[in-house]
């Protein structure tokens, strides 16, 4: 290899103009269909819904009055506090394990790890049909509930279902982030935390939550941002809960204003991918995207 | 040996396990069986199975065609975009990258309803598969950019391509020879994911299909809503043993990427 570069000096030094020019011809050359067809089939429909969205009887106003008009303001507050509640949920349950799965070893622990991030990618239409199965009318947990307190336990079609469904599809993707991050974490840290005294509760707060803070800001995001925007969970399970997709929908198809419909999913869109955005620069790293 | 802390952990593991993996099993069992209000005890069929091939089968075989169509788009645009990516890092290319992965972020209800009233006009398009593709295309695009950028920046893209170069390789040939065969794995990864994805997306597509271009989680929305139970579980089931073996391959590709430093230390003998 040596030898032939030293045989042919000319080619070592490709950096003239010329070479150069041609390059960043080439580059933007296979740039450019992504480009074109990102451009053509996401940037324009997305001003386009803007358009649309104030081209309703009202205008611009329009999204102003989302903020205003307590159906809508109903359904985004009733929105906003489920993701929240999904997000806190998953990220305490989605923690212990990940955090358990990373520190020890044990027979069956590569199995337990795959079989806890299989659901990765079940589409929110399959996540409402398990909850269906565990909450629904014939559901696992409404047959205990009668064979202790004699009484079926049926949830899947209300906001409970509706939130069991969201956790369900979160933690595969939080477990697998909290376990990359909880992988890098120093043990020695905690050995010395323990060496100073501390207890495991101390550890946890001190020692292992600070190290995991950006993992979980960013997972945190990307479940929040995700139980914002699911539908197909909302669309299997009920479709009279009224999260802020459900609204959009029935404001489509049934009330055909697509004014608003637009007007509601433009506020939406950039709701999560502020979201995201927020997260990603917080957490200083570019784990969000993840579906 | 093992602290008490150990077994309440394994528990709780355990439990979020059976959470997670329970109904996927009660789903098959009732796809399989004769009458799921009654219990196995009815009997185990296949007629249920046979029923979605009868009433689905369409549904099925225009997902795996949107799903491999995808594909390809995907890795035409998605390639050579992550290259240029790891070639050039600047303002514009990061400003690029933040944009491209975009339809992530953004809700499929959101990027579907902007599709519709933008090209809904166009009759043809509107009523063809293509029109759920352009979707797809949108949503897995940015997994394949980032699956493939991944592996290219952290090999010595640099120091491979002079190398080529200086043999009096031209670009085209380094492109193929060097730069493709050294990211593999990336787009081995990517690839699945863009399947995987496709074959299950649902909130775009309940939007932009029509009566004849039904894919698989549609059909699967569709019968949750109209048919028994049994039928319902049933097509689950088809569509588990379509997505699962992805879902463990996609498993397996990415997990040697993520221990790499381990077989250093654990097994120095061994030959790469």
Same mark, same amino acid.
């Given at each position: ?6 045989? +042919? ?55 102003? +009055? ?92 209300? *906001? ?12 595969? +993707? ?30 946890? +707060? ?21 139980? *914002? ?63 | ?140 695009? !940015? ?37 493709? !065969? ?62 699962? !073996? ?25 030959? !790469?």
């Amino acid at each position: 290899m040596t030898a032939l570069t030293v045989a +042919r000096p000319g080619l070592r030094h490709p950096a003239t103009a010329g070479a150069q020019r041609r390059e960043t011809f080439t580059l933007v050359a296979m740039m450019a269909p992504a480009a074109i067809v990102f451009a053509a089939f996401f940037l324009l429909p997305l001003v386009q819904l803007f358009i649309i969205g104030a081209g309703g009887k009202d205008g611009v106003a329009a999204y102003g +009055r989302i903020l205003t008009d307590p159906r809508y303001v109903t359904s985004l507050a009733v929105t906003v506090a489920l993701s929240t509640n999904v997000t806190v949920a998953t990220l305490i349950v989605a923690g212990i394990a990940g955090v358990f799965l990373t520190r020890h070893r044990f027979p069956g622990h590569a199995l337990l790890t795959s079989l806890l991030t299989l659901p990765l990618a079940f589409p929110g239409v399959v996540v409402g049909f398990m909850v269906i199965m565990l909450a629904g009318r014939q559901g696992l947990i409404g047959d205990i509930a009668q064979r202790i307190t004699g009484e079926k336990l049926v949830f899947a079609y209300s *906001m409970a279902g509706l939130f069991m469904g969201y956790v369900y599809f979160s933690i595969p +993707r939080v477990i697998l982030t909290v376990m990359a991050a909880a992988e890098k974490l120093d043990p020695k840290l905690e050995e010395a935390a323990r060496t100073l005294g501390a207890g495991t509760w101390q550890v946890v +707060r001190d020692v292992i939550l600070p190290g995991l803070k950006p993992a979980l800001l960013s997972a945190g995001a990307i479940c929040f941002a995700t139980a *914002m925007g699911a539908f197909g969970t909302a669309f299997t399970l009920a479709t009279r809960i009224n999260v802020l997709p459900m609204a959009i929908y029935t404001e489509f198809t049934l009330q055909a204003n697509i004014a608003a419909a637009a007007a509601l999913s433009f506020v939406l869109g950039a709701v999560t991918w502020a979201a995201l955005v927020v997260a990603r620069t917080a957490a200083g790293s570019s784990v969000a995207a993840a579906g | 040996m093992r602290r008490p802390g150990f077994y309440l952990q394994l528990a709780f593991t355990l439990l979020v396990c059976a959470f997670l993996i329970v109904p996927v099993f009660m789903s098959i069992l009732a796809g399989l069986t004769h009458n799921y209000f009654l219990g196995v005890a009815s009997g185990l069929t296949f007629e249920w199975v046979a029923k979605v091939w009868e009433l689905y089968a369409e549904t099925i075989y225009r997902s795996i065609g949107i799903a491999l169509a995808c594909l390809a788009v995907t890795l035409v645009l998605g390639v050579p975009a992550a290259y240029v990516l790891a070639k050039r890092q600047t303002a514009l290319t990061r400003a690029i990258e933040e944009l491209l992965v975009m339809p992530v972020a953004v809700p499929g209800l959101a990027t579907a309803l902007a599709l519709i009233v933008t090209f809904g006009g166009f009759r043809d398009l509107r009523t063809s598969a293509l029109f759920i593709l352009i979707g797809h295309v949108l949503f897995t695009l !940015p997994f394949m950019v980032r699956s493939v950028l991944a592996v290219m920046s952290s090999i010595d893209l640099k120091t491979l391509e002079e190398s080529a170069a200086t043999l009096g390789a031209s670009f085209v040939q380094r492109f193929f020879s060097v730069v493709l !065969p050294n990211c593999r794995s990336g787009i081995l990864a990517g690839a699945l994911m863009v399947v995987t994805l496709s074959i299950g997306e649902f909130n775009m597509t309940w939007l932009l299909h029509t009566p004849l271009t039904k894919t698989l989680p549609v059909g699967l929305a569709d019968s949750y809503a109209s048919m028994r139970l049994e039928i319902g579980s049933a097509y689950t089931l088809v569509f588990f043993l379509m997505i699962v !073996p992805l879902l463990i391959a996609l498993q397996a590709v990415s997990t040697p990427r993520r221990k790499k430093p381990l077989p250093q230390e654990a097994a120095p003998g061994t030959a !790469p």
